[in-house]
């Protein structure tokens, strides 16, 4: 038979049939001399199988850790934005209360500038009436007797004069007062306007990142779907190929199992999941085989196993 670098199911298959025949006509020694031929090339395809088997498993893991890692980061993702929505929440409400307070100010502002501007007229009024009283010409003077004593008008005048000013004082003081609060409630509400264009921006980006991650999570499954499939057939084809091996290496002892392997070959029933990930497609034994030849074509790295 072959050499092991020309080890492949079709000369493995061909000498088990070969095999089978000469057990039929009763030439046993001849049917395991011809099962020893090709146990190099069996041990050569079963390392083969249980690399590819091994190399499954690994990314099978892999993927697995990769969702893993994934979900979990979803997760912490998804505690931020809920903790954000809550800041985000919490400031609107505070920006809604700080805009009506600020619209109160400014009414109360408003109010406060009516009151001094009528302080003002009085006090222009007030004034007027204090120069009239104290103009020295002759006609004013008499006007002043006839109206009121003259000392008495002038006292009076002078001390609404004096209030008015003194009220224009006060509403001016807490005119300022109240621009002051006003100045720091707008400063406030800027600020407050920006933390929370911050904080929307933030969640935005969480929530892109979480749909970025969702959609890598969904790559995954479908990756991790192929993986498993092909990590069930490769099994199937290490098993198959592991067992053999034993048979090849105790030939003396269980050269009748050629005839159930060659019967459990030629059984064309599709019970092994098509490599090629699907998940849909079943193919028989043999098929299996003949495909595993295709997929790992003499694999260099492995010759030396």
């Not at 892999?62 to 912490?76: L, N, P, S, T, Y």
């Not at 007030?126 to 006839?146: M, T, V």
């Not at 006060?170 to 109240?178: A, G, I, K, Q, T």
């Not at 969702?214 to 790559?219: F, K, L, P, S, V």
Request: one cysteine or more; glycine letters at 4%.
């Amino acid at each position: 038979m072959g050499s092991v670098q020309q080890a492949s199911f079709a000369t493995v298959w061909l000498a088990l049939k070969q095999s089978a025949g000469l057990l039929k006509d009763q030439q046993r020694e001849a049917a395991e001399a011809n099962i020893q031929s090709i146990t190099d090339q069996i041990q050569f395809l079963s390392a083969c199988a249980e690399s590819k088997e091994k190399e499954s498993q690994v990314l099978q893991q892999r993927i697995a850790a990769d969702v893993a890692g994934i979900i979990q980061r979803e997760g912490e993702i998804r505690d931020s934005a809920l903790a954000l929505q809550k800041n985000i929440d919490a400031l609107t409400v505070e920006i809604s209360k700080d805009q009506a307070d600020m619209a109160a100010l400014h009414e109360h502002v408003n109010a406060l500038m009516e009151q001094i501007d009528r302080a003002q007229i009085e006090l222009q009024h007030h004034q007027a009436k204090l120069r009239e009283l104290n103009d020295d010409s002759a006609g004013s003077i008499i006007r002043s007797i006839f109206c009121l004593g003259l000392d008495r008008a002038v006292m009076g005048i002078a001390a609404l004069v004096e209030d008015d000013a003194g009220r224009i004082r006060s509403l001016s003081e807490e005119l300022s007062r109240f621009n002051e609060a006003m100045r720091h409630d707008h400063e406030g509400l800027r600020n407050a306007g920006q933390l929370l264009d911050q904080l929307s921006a933030k969640k935005a980006s969480s929530l892109a990142l979480l749909d970025e991650l969702q959609h890598r999570e969904a790559e995954l499954h479908e990756q991790q779907g192929i993986s498993r499939q092909k990590l069930a057939y490769f099994t199937d084809v290490a098993l198959f190929y592991g067992r053999l091996l034993i048979m090849a290496q105790q030939v003396g002892r269980r050269i009748e199992d050629v005839l159930d392997v060659v019967q459990q070959l030629d059984n064309e029933r599709p019970t092994i999941i098509d490599f090629d990930g699907t998940g849909a497609d079943l193919i028989s034994l043999r098929r299996s085989l003949e495909k595993f030849d295709e997929l790992v074509v003499q694999a260099p790295e492995l010759e030396a196993a």
